[in-house]
């Protein structure tokens, strides 16, 4: 087993459904992550911990999802110098922009760089984390060329398709 470069840390194993898409998507990259289920007011002693030490453990960048009052990001942001992504989660009565807010508008001095609601945020998660640890990493840049690539290919396959849809 490869160094955990990624820690992915939730507030509840409720978010885990969602964020097992950060999960795959570092997978798909050959990025070694591990996973974490930490509460930053549950178990804050532990959320602490988690932060203060992660450097010193070979992560290089965090991904902290949480729903509601979405307050991991920000508290892990707090004591570490690793940079900090945060996946808002949706659910409960204002059905996740309370954690939309409470992930994105944190003070200047620590940032949380902040995804979106829905599917796409843990995805974008990770693919922010592969192209931050890119930036040291040719071959890991290599990769994410090629699923810029990849990503060209299914607009032309699609645009094809919906052209040829219509000449019938
Ligand atoms: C947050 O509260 C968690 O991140 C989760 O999104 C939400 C609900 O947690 P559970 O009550 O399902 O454990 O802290």
Do not use: C
């Not at 532990?46 to 508290?75: Q, S």
């Not at 949706?90 to 995804?115: F, H, K, R, S």
Request: glycine share 10%; aromatic share 4%; charged share 15%.
């Amino acid at each position: 087993m490869s160094t955990p470069l990624v820690g992915i840390v939730m507030g509840s194993d409720s978010d885990w459904p969602l964020v097992q898409k950060a999960a795959d998507t570092l997978t798909a990259f050959g990025v070694a992550f591990d996973v974490r289920v930490i509460s930053a007011h549950r178990t804050p002693d532990l959320a602490f911990d988690y932060a203060a030490n992660a450097e010193a453990r070979g992560l290089k960048v965090i991904i902290a999802a949480a729903g509601g009052a979405a307050h991991l990001g920000g508290v892990l942001a707090a004591h570490t110098v690793l940079p900090v992504i945060g996946i808002p989660v949706a659910g409960g009565a204002l059905n996740g922009l309370d954690a939309l807010y409470a992930t994105l508008q944190m003070p200047a001095g620590i940032p949380v760089a902040t995804v979106t609601l829905g599917s796409a945020g843990p995805v974008n998660a990770a693919l922010l984390a592969v192209q931050i640890l890119g930036t040291a990493d040719p071959d890991l840049r290599a990769k994410f060329h090629a699923y810029k690539d990849e990503l060209k290919s299914k607009v032309a396959e699609g645009n094809a398709k919906v052209r040829a849809q219509r000449a019938q």
